[in-house]
């Protein structure tokens, strides 16, 4: 029986695209995809591609290890070898439900406890009856109407976190590059996603405090000097942490679009600048038109039952 630790270094030949096996295969093309067969690479180390030996776990946190060490361990994996698009596409869609699993339990939690979105539509339904019969068509209430739903920021969130993750994989294909390689491309962008699980660490100092000022009504009068120091010092970490997130994330991307795609000094500055659009353009989506649109139909709902 060979060593368990040897194993852990046993090398799968597969299909770059798709994950097949391709040991014993002899086409060209693999037989699952079609995809053309690269014989010149070999086969990859990084840990998450390797999780049938090394366990989901262990291959997980290993990869999410490597990122966090400046890439440079990822990429020294993935040089010149095969990386599955599927295997990647899964890291990353764990990383999305461990982000918004907390997200969503945080403010359902938080709902359960303070009400806070029942007093809101309370405060909406007073603006809008003093707003006059037009107040319903005005932007802000019907956004305000739509966010109140306690189910449209958990969803929100996790399309948010889909947008941020996905779109940047759309840079990573150029049409210079041949097609397994832009395939290759594409799923190493799907690895920079590990770096934003930062935020659940944010996310459970901001709990923590939130929990910790609850318990003992900090806010309801006025702090102590003590008091005041220790939440502005909690609170700013949790905001120091989640804008730190960001930029490692930012840096992230970068770096492993200019290893996978060779690109120039004039690519590697359209996508410093084409990130942070990204990122903008996920939270107006998520977090502005999405609650109006839920806000709209809401209010043609309530008007026709009416």
Known sequence: MPDAAQSFDVIEFTCATCGYILHGIDSARCPE???????????TRIPWELRSGRGIVRGFFQTIWQIFRLSGRLHAASDQAQVSYRSAQGFRWIVIG?????????????????????????????????????????????????????????????????????????CFHPRRLAMDE????????????????????????????????????????????????????????????????VLINWLTVLRFHSTATGCSWRGWLAMLLIVPLIWIFSAAVCFGAMPWLVGVVYSIAITGFN
């Open 33 to 43: 995809c079609g995809t053309l067969i690269r014989r010149d690479l070999h086969s």
């Open 98 to 170: 461990l982000l918004a699993l907390p997200v969503t339990l945080a403010w359902v939690g938080l709902q359960y406890h303070t009400d806070f979105l029942g007093k809101a539509a309370k405060s909406l339904n007073f603006a809008m009856v003093a707003n006059g019969p037009g107040g319903d068509t005005e932007l802000g209430l019907v956004w305000a109407r739509g966010f109140t739903l306690t189910a449209t920021f958990p969803a929100g969130s996790l399309l948010f976190l889909v947008l941020v993750t996905g779109l940047p994989s759309y």
């Open 182 to 245: 832009q395939n290759r491309a594409v799923a190493l962008s799907y690895y920079a996603s590990g770096t934003l699980l930062l935020w659940d660490i944010a996310l459970l100092l901001a709990g923590l405090t939130a929990w910790i000022q609850w318990e003992n009504q900090w806010g309801q009068g006025r702090m102590h000097s003590t008091q005041w120091l220790l939440f502005s010092a909690a609170w700013l970490t949790v905001g120091s942490t989640a804008v730190a997130t």
